[in-house]
């Protein structure tokens, strides 16, 4: 079997590809990645002289290049991770998020097409379905709920989705969508909510929380995630959705007050700055498909998983100093300097 995973250089495409080679030890699994700001090859050492193991650096909007990969290699299944994935980045400036999220994902559909492959899985998002109020806790998504991106990046995420299913009607493309709430884990890039709230805690610099922080996020362990695309590459129905999720909505507010407890920091590093625009209230995702069909259930309690995740950042520091002391400060600068 011989899997290309794109964005594996980042952070869940890079915790897949840890979990896929420690799996199935007869598996060739092939990194295609582009390096932008959020992929780190360092992210890949361990794996990097493992015979079952090949990083290729590219673009998923290079076509040409795309179809070398599959000439080489034939693979089987291709699990797409590479995408612009920051929000805030989105709203900056779209234009990225266009290219790589919706005619990335065409690239590489087409020369599944071209090439033929068993299965095609698109790792989405449910952002895509928008949000929800603080005060109707008994809703949550399903993957029948309409689409109703608040977003660029969001938007992106959703027009790749229908790209996806229309590939699967008009072509006959084995194509199947992930759609899984906000990860947290190991790797993960310094400028997303919970990386970014431990590496200020530990350099004692100001926490930064968007209006009043009491928007709602459904927090999953990285790990498990991955073993559900796991389960959904090998046991899922083509042409179906599967949302994702640990039913674990946490308030941002309380995330970082819980960061400060465990890093033993006063709260009041802790600074309102101006909103998000268009800031999304609510995520919570109905897991119930994945669970009834694949049997696929989160094994991680947020409590374990935020206690091993900041383990992890202080074990590591190198890792994360090494992207903020570089271009990481300009994008700092420009994101919070003045909000
Ligand atoms: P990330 O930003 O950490 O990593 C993205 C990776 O994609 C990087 O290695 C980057 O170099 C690569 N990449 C970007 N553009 C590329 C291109 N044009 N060609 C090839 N490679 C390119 O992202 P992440 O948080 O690991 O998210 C991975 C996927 O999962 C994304 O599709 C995202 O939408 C989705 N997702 C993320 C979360 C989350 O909480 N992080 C939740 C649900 C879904
Ligand atoms: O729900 C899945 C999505 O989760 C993924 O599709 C995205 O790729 C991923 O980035 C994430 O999106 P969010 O916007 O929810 O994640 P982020 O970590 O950027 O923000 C989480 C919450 O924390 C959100 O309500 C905004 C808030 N926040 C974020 C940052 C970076 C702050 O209050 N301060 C911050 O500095």
């Given at each position: ?9 980042g ?22 990645d ?18 079952d ?9 290079d ?74 806790a008994?809703?949550?998504f ?73 928007n ?19 046991k899922g ?10 039913s ?41 498909k994945?669970?009834?069909e ?14 091993k ?9 190198k ?21």
């Open positions: 079997m011989t899997i290309i995973v794109t964005g594996g250089a952070f869940i495409g890079s915790n897949f590809i840890f979990h896929m080679l420690a799996k199935y030890p007869d598996y060739r699994i092939i990194c295609l582009k390096l932008t700001y959020a992929g780190n090859l360092s992210t890949l050492a361990d794996v990097m002289d493992n015979p193991f090949r990083f290729v650096k590219a673009d998923i909007c076509r040409e290049a795309v179809e070398q990969l599959f000439a080489e290699e034939h693979p089987d299944i291709v699990v797409n991770f590479a995408a612009e994935s920051h929000v805030d980045r989105s709203i900056e400036d779209p234009g990225i998020f266009l290219q790589t999220n919706i005619m990335g994902t065409a690239v590489l559909m087409d020369a599944c097409r071209k090439f033929g492959i068993t299965r095609y899985h698109q790792v989405s998002t449910d952002e895509v379905y928008g949000d929800l109020p603080l005060d109707r008994e809703l949550s399903t993957e029948t709920s309409p689409l109703r991106p608040s977003s660029p990046y969001s938007s992106s995420k959703a027009s790749a989705d229908l790209l996806a299913l229309s590939y699967k009607r008009t072509y006959g493309l084995p194509v199947t969508i992930s759609r899984c709430g906000n990860n947290y884990g190991p790797y993960q890039f310094p400028e997303k909510l919970i990386p970014l709230m431990i590496s200020n805690a530990l350099q004692d610099k100001p926490l930064p929380i968007y209006g009043s922080g009491e709602v996020r459904d927090w999953i362990y990285v790990d498990d995630h991955c073993k559900a695309i796991d389960m959904i590459i090998h129905k083509v042409g179906e959705i599967y949302n994702v999720g640990a674990c909505e946490m308030r941002n507010i309380d995330i970082v007050k819980l960061i400060c407890k465990e890093l033993g920091k006063q709260e009041s590093l802790i600074t309102h700055v101006t909103d998000r625009k268009g800031h999304d209230m609510r995520y919570a995702v109905d897991p119930t994945i669970h009834n694949l049997g696929w259930l989160p094994e991680t309690k947020f409590a374990d998983g935020i206690k995740t900041i383990k992890w950042y202080l074990e590591n520091r890792w994360w100093e090494d992207i903020i002391s570089g271009e990481y400060q300009n994008y700092y600068e420009k994101m919070y300097g003045n909000r």
